[in-house]
Every structure is written in C-alpha cells, then in structure tokens.
C-alpha cells in the first residue's frame, strides 16, 4: 500500500491551498484518512482525521478554515485550507488505516508528506 500526496506549495497569508493523498495497493477497505502536519523543531500534530462513515474531527486552530473530504471510490483524502496563516507552515502528512487482502485487521500508512509555506 502507497499513500502519495500532492497540493503543496508556496502562498501567501488569507490564500488557500487543496492536498490531496491517494491510496494504493491492494486494499480491501480503509477506515480512518486524516492529515498532519509538523512544523520546524515541533512535534506532529493531528489536524483532521474523517472515518469511513463521513465524520470529521478538526485540531482547534484550524476550525472553520480548513475542511477534510473523502472520495472513497478513488481511496482518496483531501484537505481544503483556506484563510491560511503563517502558523500553518509545515509539512503536512496524510494518513490512512488499511485493511488489505489477505491480512487481517487494519495498519496505519503514511504518505511522503507534503511542504506547505504561508508567507506573511
């Protein structure tokens, strides 16, 4: 299984930016996608995570501005951040939980990460 993500990019503070991360591989079925992020010399953070079901869940900071969507015909995540600000800076990580044929249960996969600059 791969996850390969894509939309990231230099803009500036107010713009917007659209990631986007596709699954992969053998896959019999993914429950949750989500997305992180870390900045330079801080941890990785949760920023949202959607179930197979359509439910989200957002870190505090980023309510209201950022919106995660799946397709789950195309095992895709994606990630719409609008009113970026430069504390958004960072590299952002998508995530999946996958179940594949043959193995049971699900394992956690991480995509390459992609850089996300807001300038000020």
């Known amino acids: 299984v791969q996850l390969q993500a894509f939309g990231g990019g230099l803009v500036q503070a107010g713009g917007s930016l659209r990631l986007s991360c596709a699954a992969s591989g053998s896959i019999f079925s993914i429950n949750d996608m989500g997305w992180y992020r870390q900045a330079p010399g801080k941890q990785r953070e949760l920023v949202a995570i959607i179930s197979s079901d359509g439910s989200t869940n957002y870190t505090y900071s980023v309510k209201g501005r950022f919106t995660i969507s799946r397709d789950n015909a195309k095992n895709t995540v994606y990630l719409q951040m609008n009113s970026l600000k430069p504390q958004d800076t960072a590299v952002y990580y998508c995530?999946?939980?996958?179940?594949?044929?043959?193995?049971?249960?699900?394992?956690?996969?991480w995509g390459q990460g992609t850089e996300v600059t807001v300038s000020s």
């Open positions: 995530n999946a939980g996958v179940s594949t044929y043959g193995s049971w249960g699900f394992r956690d996969y």
